[in-house]
């Protein structure tokens, strides 16, 4: 009977180091990935600062395409300090791209009347999600487990 005690201990042991080795596996992954999307992203928004000093000029599609560089970036940031993704920052991000392609080089009068409709009739449903998310998350304020307040309270502690 010891000799069984003795191996389900063993196994308990090894289960939960190989569960902690997972948990570490999958934070250097995310933190892998977060430092190279925020690097890509910087690395676009050089190049496209770079091309438009080579320009001699910003149009308005360099100036909204450099504001989603700036909304990727943020959310990355976000998401590197808090492990949550901000739901708005991909509506901002959509918006602005809509944006775009309405101020797109060519001309709002080249485009047909329905695409104009469903452009702004888009972002319009966009920025009305931005809104109930908002609003939600003013009078819904966001659940915490129980384990987050223990780790929360741990922390605090030391």
Request: glycine residues 6%.
């Amino acid at each position: 009977m010891a000799r069984i005690n003795d191996t389900g201990v063993k196994l308990d042991t090894i289960e939960r180091h190989a569960e902690n080795y997972g948990h570490h596996m999958v934070d250097l992954f995310q933190f892998t990935a977060l430092f190279v999307i925020g690097g890509t992203i910087v690395w676009s928004g050089v190049n496209t600062y770079a091309g438009m000093i080579a320009k001699g000029a910003a149009s308005i599609d360099d100036i909204l395409l450099l504001f989603i560089f700036l909304e990727l970036g943020a959310m990355v940031g976000i998401y590197f300090k808090t492990s949550q993704l901000p739901v708005q920052f991909l509506l901002y991000v959509a918006i602005t791209v809509m944006t775009r392609s309405l101020a797109s080089t060519l001309s709002v009068s080249d485009m047909p009347d329905t695409r104009i409709l469903a452009i702004t009739g888009g972002t319009l449903i966009l920025a009305l999600c931005v809104w109930i998310l908002r609003h939600a998350s003013w009078k819904f304020p966001p659940f915490i487990s129980r384990t987050e307040m223990d780790d929360a309270a741990k922390s605090k502690q030391d």
